[in-house]
């Protein structure tokens, strides 16, 4: 915790200009102002640009200047987006220190005093302190950070926010640093920052509220998803532009971020019926193509998961948090070890009422799985399934009794079979055997497997 001498305000005189863009947020923007010039800190320059509201926004914050003479109200000549706007706030400037506050959210008394102290002791670029979710719906705030001094320590990217940071004015223009204009402008423009920026300070308190869930967010906007490969671009053309390493992790880690965001906003609008499942696989398409492109050292092209449905909820949710899970990972499932590995292959019509488990059916028949799995995955993420059914033996090989099985209809005859019944000494036996033939198999392609 950074705790500060009572007289801290009349210790440092430089001013904080604080940037608002504003578009219609008229039931938000008066909390967020009133945030402002109640802080502890009063040498202050409060820039309100609007970008053209259609509600009373406008109206509201030309009432909080008659007011405060701090307050600068500005109106773009048509609307511009955040990113252009957020621009504006900076050109007009005079404070040594920038802060940018979005017009839905709020900062707490103590924000800007405590954010300078800690810059001016420190003679950082960039101050971060930490953020409190209010999520508008239920009411609740949700500080979930993560331990801000680990971030900095592995390098990595921290929060894609431009709010909530406060930066030297000298470090931003000599920078000529300017925010996106197109979509998602925080987070293709924060990982351009974070790498020029030379000294980072920390502050281990809540200096922000972030405002979710209202509905007004272009993060809440599957439309403006589909732009996602814009804002990449952006990222990645201003690390060549400007020298910087793009094989640096923390730009790996923002694209990715944003790659899995928008994929995620987008199965949402699916799932509510908005978007339609061709937009979403050209989409997800040219998010591979230029992933792949950028970032090939990564090779998340190059990694499988095979075995359960368990294990891939686990890799979804834990194994590899930043890879987008519409991305180019191949999930394997197969419903027995023992058929699996077995050489017996047989090629019929199967005929079922459900897909899904005619596709397990003949996939169990023909052992088709081998046929997509070869050496170009550098990692192959396991699950060596027990088995779950009886076993099927004839003088072929050995095929799954699933359900999918007893339920099927197949066009031609079969092989006679004899049954194994799973919990049997002989059944260990071939699940252990197929085990070795299965993992024999996997090292012959080079695999490392988990």
Not at 36 to 60: H, P, R, W
Not at 97 to 116: G, M, N, R, S, V
């Amino acid at each position: 915790m950074f705790f500060l001498d009572k007289n801290v305000g009349d210790k440092y005189m430089e001013k904080v200009t604080v940037i608002i863009p504003v578009y219609n947020v008229e039931e938000y923007i008066e909390t967020c102002l009133s945030s402002v010039i109640g802080q502890s800190y009063k040498n202050l320059e409060i820039i309100c640009v609007d970008d053209c509201s259609t509600d009373s926004s406008y109206a509201i914050c030309c009432k909080f200047k008659k007011k405060d003479t701090r307050i600068k109200v500005l109106q773009n000549e048509s609307n511009s987006g955040q990113g252009y706007t957020r621009n504006v706030g900076v050109d007009a400037a005079n404070g040594q220190y920038l802060y940018f506050l979005d017009p839905d959210d709020w900062i707490p008394e103590y924000a800007i005093e405590h954010l300078l102290a800690k810059s001016v002791e420190s003679d950082s670029d960039m101050t971060v302190g930490a953020m409190s979710n209010y999520n508008q719906q239920t009411e609740e705030y949700i500080t979930g950070w993560r331990d801000v001094d680990q971030a900095i320590a592995l390098d990595t990217y921290l929060n894609w926010s431009m709010c909530n940071k406060l930066f030297k004015r000298t470090f931003y223009k000599e920078n000529s640093i300017r925010q996106y204009t197109g979509i998602y402008e925080d987070a293709a423009t924060y990982p351009i920052v974070k790498r020029l920026a030379k000294r980072v300070s920390l502050l281990h308190e809540v200096t922000y509220f972030y405002r979710r869930f209202t509905g007004k967010s272009t993060m809440d906007n599957w439309e403006n998803a589909l732009k996602t490969n814009d804002s990449i671009d952006y990222m990645i053309e201003n690390f060549i532009t400007r020298k910087i390493e793009t094989k640096d992790y923390c730009l790996f880690e923002a694209a990715f971020t944003l790659a899995k965001s928008s994929i995620y906003i987008i199965n949402q609008a699916m799932n509510n019926g908005k978007c339609k499942d061709e937009i979403k696989r050209e989409f997800v398409s040219k998010l591979e193509r230029q992933l792949g492109e950028y970032f090939p050292e990564y090779g998340y092209e190059k990694i499988a998961v095979i075995g359960s449905a368990n294990l891939n909820q686990i890799y979804k949710s834990f194994v590899l948090e930043y890879f987008p899970n519409d991305l180019k990972v191949p999930i394997f499932n197969f419903s027995s070890l023992i058929s699996l590995t077995s050489k017996g292959s047989i090629d019929v019509d199967v005929y079922h009422n459900n897909t899904f488990r005619k596709n397990m059916v003949i996939k169990d028949f023909n052992k088709s799985l081998w046929d997509n799995i070869d050496g170009s995955y550098k990692i192959m993420l396991v699950d060596l399934l027990d088995e779950r059914t009886d076993i099927l033996q004839n003088e072929l090989g050995f095929y799954t009794r699933s359900e999918a099985y007893d339920s099927a209809f197949v066009d031609g005859e079969l092989p006679i079979f004899s049954t194994i019944d799973r919990f049997s000494n002989g059944c260990s036996e071939l699940w252990m055997e197929s085990c070795d033939r299965f993992a024999k198999k996997i090292n012959n392609y080079g695999i490392k497997v988990i």
